[in-house]
């Protein structure tokens, strides 16, 4: 089920928006997209890709335990959730190489990369900020490929294998509310 949190109707409408730019952009939804789902999210998702005729931008493809195989085909890794406690997502792609925009959440300050790019909470609404930043992060052509030689199947052992992760890991503590 799509959960609210994850905010995906925002990741819709910013497609939308980076449409206007550029063509050469396909959202990928992971996990959650039951075509018989009651969710209320799901259906005001449906309702936007249809709306904004995205239909052949977007591909879900369900819930998959491989998830590094997918984040490899990615370019980008887009977040747009409301809130995250562990930025488990975030840090995953960081450590598999790939660009990051997402909210800057409290603790997102403790994870300093050069891959991640975040936008202000207040700001999260501003689609044309997240198309502009989107846009500027795909023509930055900084997309290192460090673990080409690995294989896509040494992304599922386990985290102790990957010291470039643990390097952003030391560094994170939690925020204090």
């Keep these: 089920m799509i959960k609210t949190q994850k905010n995906y109707i925002l990741a819709s409408e910013i497609l939308n928006t980076i449409l206007?730019?550029?063509?050469?952009?396909?959202?990928m939804i992971l996990g959650g997209c039951?075509?018989?789902?009651e969710s209320i999210e799901f259906k005001l998702l449906i309702d936007n890709i249809k709306k904004y005729n995205l239909a052949?931008?977007?591909?879900?493809?369900?819930?998959?335990?491989?998830?590094?195989?997918?984040?490899?085909?990615?370019?980008?890794?887009?977040?747009?959730s409301h809130f995250e406690g562990f930025p488990m997502a975030v840090i995953e792609a960081i450590q598999a190489q790939k660009q990051v925009v997402c909210p800057k959440f409290p603790g997102m300050d403790n994870i300093n990369h050069d891959l991640l790019t975040t936008i202000d909470l207040n700001k999260i609404n501003n689609l044309d900020l997240w198309a502009e930043t989107i846009d500027n992060v795909l023509n930055s052509n900084h997309f290192p490929n460090y673990n080409q030689d690995a294989g896509l199947d040494n992304y599922t052992h386990s985290i102790d294998r990957y010291p470039r992760l643990w390097?952003?890991?030391?560094?994170?503590?939690p925020a204090t509310l």
């Design 34 to 37: 039951d075509p018989n789902s």
């Design 167 to 173: 390097s952003v890991l030391n560094g994170w503590q």
């Design 56 to 80: 052949k931008y977007i591909r879900m493809p369900g819930f998959n335990s491989y998830v590094g195989k997918w984040l490899s085909a990615c370019d980008l890794f887009l977040n747009t």
């Design 20 to 27: 206007k730019k550029r063509s050469d952009v396909v959202l």
